[in-house]
């Protein structure tokens, strides 16, 4: 029970050093939980057990790694750079994929802004670079 513990522990600072918990997803989680079970499956001898989970997790992260790349749009249909950022700019700045909602755009706003604002350390740059970011994605999706 240990073990598990700790590989869950490494596994949620992993994600915090490499800021991609703002992007994590259930079944991020899910496999995470599901390589864990795989472990102990292995440490009690059911290899084809840990085998087909840890495979499991193994595909997620493949999966995850391959996703469709955003694509640039072609400079003749590329929409005009609102507050002078692109969408691209602007969705590495939230941290969200091309394919995010609305709703998903605010999320990632509120979590950056958390870090950011200037009265939780961050700066007022940061903090109007943010406002940016989120008002290029969402005025460009209605």
Same mark, same amino acid.
């Given at each position: 029970?240990?073990?598990?513990?700790?590989?869950?522990?490494?596994?949620?600072? /992993?994600?915090?050093?490499?800021?991609?918990?703002?992007?994590?997803?259930?079944?991020?989680?899910?496999?995470?939980?599901?390589?864990?079970?795989?472990?102990?499956?292995?440490?009690?001898?059911?290899?084809?057990?840990?085998?087909?989970?840890?495979?499991?997790?193994? /595909?997620?992260?493949?999966?995850?790694?391959?996703?469709?790349?955003?694509?640039?749009?072609?400079?003749?249909?590329?929409?005009?750079?609102?507050?002078?950022?692109?969408?691209?700019?602007?969705?590495?700045?939230?941290?969200?994929?091309?394919?995010?909602?609305?709703?998903?755009?605010?999320?990632?706003?509120?979590?950056?802004?958390?870090?950011?604002?200037?009265?939780?350390?961050?700066?007022?740059?940061?903090?109007?670079?943010?406002?940016?970011?989120?008002?290029?994605?969402?005025?460009?999706?209605?």
């Amino acid at each position: 029970m240990k073990v598990v513990l700790v590989l869950a522990a490494l596994a949620l600072y /992993w994600a915090w050093k490499k800021r991609e918990t703002q992007a994590l997803r259930i079944g991020d989680v899910a496999a995470v939980v599901a390589a864990i079970i795989g472990v102990r499956f292995g440490m009690k001898g059911q290899i084809p057990l840990a085998l087909l989970s840890i495979g499991g997790a193994g /595909w997620w992260y493949w999966f995850r790694k391959n996703e469709a790349p955003d694509k640039p749009l072609r400079a003749d249909r590329a929409p005009p750079a609102i507050g002078g950022m692109s969408t691209e700019q602007a969705r590495a700045v939230l941290g969200v994929s091309r394919l995010a909602d609305e709703d998903e755009i605010r999320a990632a706003h509120r979590r950056l802004l958390l870090r950011v604002h200037p009265d939780l350390g961050g700066t007022a740059d940061q903090t109007a670079e943010a406002n940016a970011a989120r008002d290029a994605l969402i005025v460009r999706r209605t």
